[in-house]
């Protein structure tokens, strides 16, 4: 099956911890987007890649990292430098300047 | 800066119609879509529209204005699994703004 993969479902980490959601597909999606999506908000940005290798910042950078060393994958490390990490996580690809598919979503809980 | 204005939240009655209406101002742009998503859920597809005018597809349609910056989504036959929030998105180089989206409920 073709899709989206976004593990784990529920995430919980104390505060201070670097934690890595993953994110994988096998669309053959050339774009990768990853956006945080807090209660009453709409989806925001938070980094996205449009080719292996490269990748730029979004609306909300700050305090989150992510590399795209593979076409099929684009972990997003959350660092200790984010001043509030607990978010529904989304990961979308698309093949190009339309629409983007999402996976399932990661929930972090910092504690 | 992207802004993008949708209603909160809406509510109809099983079998009626619903608009849900989304006004923009963006820097640039290439399309605007319709995402559907449930409670603790991915957003999926609902309708793409980059020429003016009314996009059908089956119980949903989609209508854009670009010169006015408007956009609107009719939900026609309400039916109870339609209860979700409604995310307007417009496309600009290569990424997707979207709206704080519009939370559609549908009672019996």
């Known amino acids: 099956d073709g899709g989206i993969t976004q593990s784990p479902k529920y995430l919980f980490r104390k505060e201070g911890q670097n934690v890595t959601l993953s994110c994988e597909q096998n669309?053959?999606?050339?774009?990768m987007y990853w956006y945080r999506q807090d209660p009453g908000q709409g989806l925001r940005l938070i980094y996205y890649?449009?080719?292996?290798?490269?990748?730029q910042k979004g609306d909300i950078a700050e305090g989150y990292s992510v590399s795209r060393e593979k076409k099929e994958s684009f972990p997003l490390t959350v660092t200790s430098a984010q001043k509030n990490p607990t978010a529904f996580y989304l990961c979308?690809?698309?093949?190009?300047?339309?629409?983007?598919?999402f996976g399932p979503g990661t929930r972090l809980t910092v504690l | 800066g992207q802004n993008i204005d949708q209603p909160t939240e809406m509510t109809a009655t099983e079998g009626a119609i619903v608009q849900i209406n989304c006004t923009y101002q963006t820097s640039g742009f290439n399309g605007l879509f319709w995402y559907q998503q449930h409670a603790g859920e991915a957003p999926t597809f609902l309708s793409y529209?980059?020429?003016?005018g009314l996009e059908e597809k089956g119980r949903f349609s989609s209508f854009l204005s670009r010169s006015k910056g408007y956009s609107y989504l009719l939900l026609k036959e309400l039916q109870m699994k339609d209860s979700a929030s409604y995310l307007c998105a417009v496309s600009s180089d290569y990424k997707l703004s979207f709206g704080a989206g519009t939370t559609v409920t549908v009672r019996a």
């Open positions: 979308a690809s698309s093949p190009g300047a339309n629409e983007q598919f």
């Open positions: 890649s449009q080719i292996v290798n490269d990748f």
């Open positions: 669309l053959n999606h050339d774009a």
């Open positions: 529209n980059v020429l003016d």
